[in-house]
């Protein structure tokens, strides 16, 4: 008989998993509704048959992907999950990945992709608050000429205010996430005496497209700003900024 899918070895798992999804499952399906506490430790162990182990490894699991709080001395309860949990989750496996070039290399691109679309997007979308918004941001931005550091903070609050402007916070947690994990590519990259004026000069062009609603120059500027940002980065980062690692 020829090996296929249905025919695969069942992998082992051990109880807590078990536990896990099936409590994962009463939330996702609403019989545990957010706000609600879970029953105590000693009632899921009766419900599921298992000792105490499994179930205080199965509520740490919970926890973890933030769809449970666990309070000192006080029963699980169901929590709404938010990005901020959701990003935070992917912390340190980011910071180990980004401890290799290709790694930088792979967010770079991914930061490239993410932020063009949502320029596009925040092209079309922007009120004349938002507008307002990202105008001060981008004077503040303006203002902060000669002060390294104040400039690399002002600059980042002007991306963030772009990326609000969608009003999904997933996207805002996801621009925070990656603009933190490549926190050392914003001082390297300040290092070339050009490029707090390039960096300036693009935000000033994608603003200008922004208050003119188009979505396509929005996204060419910004992919056009996040190009050199990194071609500033390998100027000082790597001796050869052209040699690309095969992922």
Not at 20 to 35: F, H, P, S
Not at 44 to 65: H, N, T
Not at 76 to 85: E, N, S
């Amino acid at each position: 008989m020829t090996h296929s899918p249905a025919f695969s070895p069942i992998p082992r798992r051990r109880l807590y998993q078990e536990v896990a999804e099936r409590l994962e499952a009463m939330i996702r399906d609403g019989a545990l509704a957010e706000g609600e506490a879970l029953p105590s430790e000693r009632e899921l162990m009766e419900r599921f048959g298992v000792g105490r182990p499994a179930i205080r490894e199965a509520l740490l699991s919970l926890q973890q992907k933030g769809l449970i709080a666990i309070g000192n001395g006080e029963r699980a309860r169901v929590v709404h999950p938010d990005a901020a949990k959701l990003i935070d989750a992917l912390s340190g496996a980011a910071r180990v990945y980004l401890g290799k070039e290709a790694g930088v290399r792979h967010f770079q691109g991914a930061r490239l992709l993410f932020e063009s679309a949502i320029a596009a997007e925040a092209a079309r979308l922007a009120s004349e608050e938002d507008l307002a918004r990202i105008g001060a941001a981008l004077e503040a931005n303006r203002a902060a000429r000669g002060n390294r550091a104040l400039f690399q903070s002002t600059d980042v609050a002007f991306h963030l205010e772009i990326v609000r402007t969608t009003r999904n916070p997933l996207l805002v947690g996801v621009h925070q996430a990656l603009t933190d994990w490549l926190t050392e590519q914003r001082e390297v990259s300040l290092l070339a005496p050009e490029a707090e004026a390039s960096a300036l000069g693009c935000h000033e062009r994608i603003f200008a497209a922004l208050a003119a609603h188009d979505a396509e120059a929005a996204a060419r500027e910004m992919r056009a700003h996040l190009t050199a940002v990194e071609r500033f980065y390998w100027q000082h980062a790597h001796p050869k900024p052209n040699r690309r690692e095969t992922p």
